[in-house]
């Protein structure tokens, strides 16, 4: 088999394969292509129509997680709390929040009774660190994601039997060549397997990429990133109509360079493996509009209480579509800046939950005042010509190990500049070691981080 099957006619793929495949997928119990159509028309509703749906399916979640699902049950009755008492979302801070440990220690009492076994679909959770947690799903649950993903696309231009490329990671196993036919057939969505982006192979790939032609790139910030250098370096003119980046926090000076680099705009979307609620820009850049109809977000202090327009918090979901294992005001670990709900002038009626991405509670090193962010470590970095990566890792609250993968012109000036510039964020002394290394490790997933803290900060 060829490494990159030829792409499909997009008309064919737009008229004949997509809505055969819907409708083999409708038999079979998937209401995708009607939700989808739904989430189309409702993206334009007003806001108060909006809250209108999310009252509804807020009330239909609670009822079900009460009727059905032991956990919900007991919380419910040890706090004397009736379906009917939470009526809308600011109700929603009557429930405590739902922690991974909570769900861990006893995962039976999440999953719901009235559900057939053969009927539940086991899904993991997103996350950089520590064990996945392992949680179950059920058709119409995928049938909303995958229709929430596809409203998402649509809002940037793409239809159906557009060429896609999808670039998650560092490698592509050959083994999936199989699995990629299929999406090649069905969406005209190409996942490079058989490719990898080392230094080795990154130069094939990209001038097969060159050679497609993609309308549209779905990527990680960290995937994308060498591809567009590699681009820029050697004059590869790709311009896709643009890129959707998400699984990671997007950094400026990756922006920039692969904006510039590969000629298109950039979309950043926010969301949960585990989740159907997805948080997204739309072409005006002015915030992450929420999918309010699969869900809500909560952005919450330390002490979870919800924070003002402007702050930093945690990311809480609630999604209306997982009956299987609901999940109620469930702790996310990331962290964001609230935009206040606000209108965008695109006229979607889809609130602004969400100003930025700021990165995972495990990315910010914990200081004496508090917390340091990823962007301000890796800003730092970004004015250091003589390093081609590194990696910040925080041992304990005093103790911080770089690794550096530098360039032939490191100096030992530079070397100090890292020290007092990582110094600078603490008021007390702490012990900063640079280890000169060849190369950075990837996480199990193939994604990139700057900075790793052991000793994470609390921010819920
Ligand atoms: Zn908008």
């Not at 702490?430 to 990837?442: G, Q, R, T, W």
């Amino acid at each position: 088999m060829h490494d990159r099957v030829e792409e499909m006619h997009p008309l064919a793929v737009r008229y004949v394969v997509y809505p055969v495949y819907n409708f083999i997928q409708g038999l079979k119990g998937y209401k995708t292509a009607k939700y989808e159509k739904e989430l189309m028309e409702s993206q334009w509703f007003t806001p108060a129509q909006i809250e209108e749906i999310q009252q509804e399916k807020l009330r239909l979640l609670i009822e079900h997680a009460y009727k059905n699902v032991p956990f919900y049950r007991k919380l419910f009755d040890k706090l004397k709390i009736k379906p009917s008492d939470i009526k809308d979302i600011e109700d929603l801070n009557k429930l405590p929040l739902l922690r991974k440990e909570d769900i861990r220690k006893n995962i039976s009492a999440f999953v719901a009774k009235n559900i057939p076994r053969k009927n539940l679909k086991p899904m993991m959770s997103s996350g950089t660190t520590g064990k996945p947690l392992k949680l179950f799903k059920d058709k119409d649950r995928d049938a909303w994601r995958a229709a929430a993903r596809h409203r998402i696309q649509k809002v940037h231009g793409f239809e159906q039997g557009d060429k896609i490329v999808t670039i998650y990671g560092y490698s592509f196993p050959r083994k999936h060549l199989f699995q990629g036919a299929f999406l090649k057939i069905l969406r005209n969505e190409w996942v490079p397997y058989g490719y990898d982006l080392s230094e080795k192979m990154i130069g094939a790939f990209v001038k097969e990429l060159e050679k497609y032609k993609p309308d549209f790139i779905r990527a990680w910030p960290s995937s994308i990133y060498p591809l567009a250098e590699f681009a820029g370096d050697n004059e590869i003119n790709l311009r896709p109509k643009n890129i959707w980046l998400h699984g990671e926090v997007l950094f400026k000076f990756q922006k920039r360079l692969v904006e510039e680099n590969l000629g298109c705009e950039i979309f950043d979307v926010f969301g949960l493996r585990e989740s159907s609620v997805y948080s997204f820009e739309c072409p005006e850049h002015t915030g992450y509009h929420l999918d309010a109809e699969n869900g809500v977000i909560e952005v919450l202090n330390k002490d979870g209480e919800h924070v003002s327009r402007g702050e930093l918090g945690a990311a809480v979901f609630t999604d209306f579509t997982n009956f299987a294992t609901p999940l109620i005001r469930y702790v996310s670990e990331d962290i964001v800046v609230y935009a206040g709900g606000r209108k965008c002038p695109c006229g979607r009626g889809l609130p602004l939950v969400i100003k930025s991405i700021e990165g995972r509670f495990s990315d910010c090193l914990s200081t004496d005042n508090g917390f340091v962010l990823p962007k301000v470590v890796v800003d730092l970095f970004s004015n250091i010509k003589t390093i081609k990566n590194f990696q910040v890792i925080q041992k304990a609250k005093d103790k911080i190990s770089v690794k550096v993968e530098k360039k032939p012109d490191f100096s030992s000036s530079d070397a100090d500049f890292i020290i007092g510039g990582i110094q600078k964020f603490f008021k007390s002394d702490v012990n900063i070691e640079i280890e000169y290394v060849k190369s950075i490790p990837l996480t199990a997933s193939g994604k990139k981080r700057f900075v790793i803290s052991e000793v994470p900060p609390k921010f819920i």
